[in-house]
């Protein structure tokens, strides 16, 4: 059974229709990537998900109807964001940021920095004044202090350095081989997507025009919907 469904989800910003007809599924230990061209709604499908914009359709989330939720309640089912543009509390320290989303679970100060070793160095530093891509790494680490079931990462990796990147990819391969959490990832760079995503929907003009296994996406696919 999926641990997240959306079937022929719509969904409005006012008058505005963003997404006309998305469905996707993420299964319990398995990993995402929601792929497509710029405005095309994947943020919009996050939204979504994460009741901050009210869709229709069917949606669930282990088994529950989350168009029923409002936005907090979401999140207390064990769904753990990190949202676009890498938001964290600048002037908390980083352990405050951490502690702040703290609930119980394998995940906690310990295991957080063991996966990001800069955060433990920075623990005592406002976040502020840490650098983009330690401040992302904030931002995941404060995802995973939830102990979702299902982590959602939109553009995690976007405008950082090369190899702060590569640390942020190798950390998201080790939340799926060493605890199993789904993820749903969004990313611009196709390669890193299909070093951890088992599967891809690929949406256009806010609607799923593809699904199927990552390995699956032929380069013929990816030039008519995602471009190179
Ligand atoms: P990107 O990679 O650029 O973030 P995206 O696939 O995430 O793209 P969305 O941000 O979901 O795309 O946008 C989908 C559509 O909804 C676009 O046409 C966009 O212009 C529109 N849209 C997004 N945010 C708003 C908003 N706050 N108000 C009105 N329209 C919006």
Known sequence: MSLLSLRN???FYGPAQALFD????????EVVALMGRNGMGKTTTVKAICRMLPA??????DGQDLTRLPSHRAARLGIGLVPEGRRCFANLTVTENLIAAARPGPWDMDTVTALFPRLAERR???????????QQMVAIGRALMTNPRLLILDEATEGLAPLIRDEIWQAI???KTETGTAILVID???AELARVADRAVILARGETVWTGAMDALTPEVSARFIGL
Do not use: H, N, W, Y
């Open 9 to 11: 989800v719509t969904a």
């Open 173 to 175: 391969a080790r939340i």
């Open 22 to 29: 998305v469905s996707l599924d993420v299964a319990q230990g």
């Open 56 to 61: 229709r359709g069917a949606l669930t989330f």
């Open 188 to 190: 611009k760079s196709p």
């Open 124 to 134: 005592t530093q406002t976040a502020g004044t840490l650098s983009g891509g330690e």
